[in-house]
DNA sequence: GAGTGGTCTAGACCACACG
DNA sequence: GTGTGGTCTAGACCACTCT
């Protein structure tokens, strides 16, 4: 007969997590409000400096709470952006209150710093997909609000958009897809590949990103109503400033 | 005049793990080798054990690494599934040998446990897309080769599919959307919207998660030809296990 | 100046994995 | 049995924030 298996206790760090983490999630600590300190939790607890920190550190590396130096540790929030793939039909239909997030639902001003235009060697899956060796590499990085929120890297075939507009900071009116229309490679069909992970240490300095805060990463890949590849666009979101949505049929 | 910054060492705990990770993304340590574990590391570095035990878990939280206990600290892998939300037109035109990123291209056989099936009252996002304060909930966890990928919980208006299939754990051949299309109701429209965050305790529990693994959430709504919303399926996925894949028009 | 989080040391005991 | 990671104590010094 199986004996009837004895739950661990969890050990002090985590049940004090736990407590905090369901205040946080109950609602009865809210954005932006203080956690109890590192000395709190000692003196609370009976614990020592290390205990109070690694309690600490669970919901920090969570997402849900904040450290700041000096100051203490805070509730954090969750306001994002709402960014649309495939929204062909849906949007006016029935688009409107149905949203499951709330969001910002429309992007607010964008602005656009660092870019930085190149022509380089294409790497391997770039360079698999476009058919090209070299290529012409658009970075960029978008901020809101004077946050960093995106980090944008665009590759074109280097045969294709050479001596045009595409190869210089200003492309004119209507951007990169107007150019490639007027050569006749108009983007006609889409393709996204996502996923989500924890960010490399250069996205941590580059979106200014917090612990526990995961980014989603973007490979569009833009193809002609030929299905020739035209651009491949690798996108790196702050995730906890974005909500994605896509519409589509049957 | 701007005095030229000093840019402050980085913590030994930092250093350690930045030269790790560089091991790591360089690939002079591969899938699943052993990194330094705390006495080495103490010993290389002459070093408390709290300080590599800090810089071990950088790596851990950014997902790198998985620790074992009594074993070691290892390189993780990932291997991830493949999973097309629209997919109308690309798929067969020039869906292959295009992919950005490497995985099982199609789902592997997935297994399906701890189903659980509930009329309940409806929480507040549900009810307002479904119009609706009673639904019918089937709960189902997926997994693949073994591991747990995916939680997922769909909402049904009750009485659109009381006293159908839909309410038993056998749904019958085609699935709910069969029995939804036999009662009029045929979805012909969806929304995906996409987050990804830190998982909860019970997700972490319930998907086997290791520290460092964000979740993507996809909260899909399913609407006839009317516009009419008919379920709300939210999809809890281990980040780590997926690449998904969206193509659209236009 | 007082309080906060960030880093670090030098120990300790434990449960678990592996040979 | 030995080594591993997991938890915890009791200190210390620092940089930073807030008042």
Redesign the interface.
Known sequence: MQQSPVPPEPPIYRRIA?GL?EAI?SGDLRDGDRLPGENALMARHGIAR?TARQALSVLI????AIPKRGSGVYVRQFR?IRRH??R???RD???R?????DSDTEGRPYTVDEVDIDRERAED??A??LDSSEVWVRRRRYSVNGRPVQLSVSHFPAELVEGTAITREDTGPGGVYARLGELGHAP??????????????HETVQLDLP??T???VI?R?A?TAD?V?VE?N?MVLD??S?????????
Chains 1, 2 share one sequence.
């Open positions: 736990d983490r999630l290390a590396n969570e997402g849900l994002p793939g495939s062909r039909l849906s239909r029935w688009g209150g149905a949203a499951i997030w899956p770039v698999r997909v006609a069909h889409f393709t996204e590949e996502l996923r989500a992970r924890m960010p490399h240490p612990a526990g995961p980014v989603i490979a890949v193809r299905g590849a491949v690798e995730a906890a974005y909500v994605l949505q896509y519409d589509f049929d049957s």
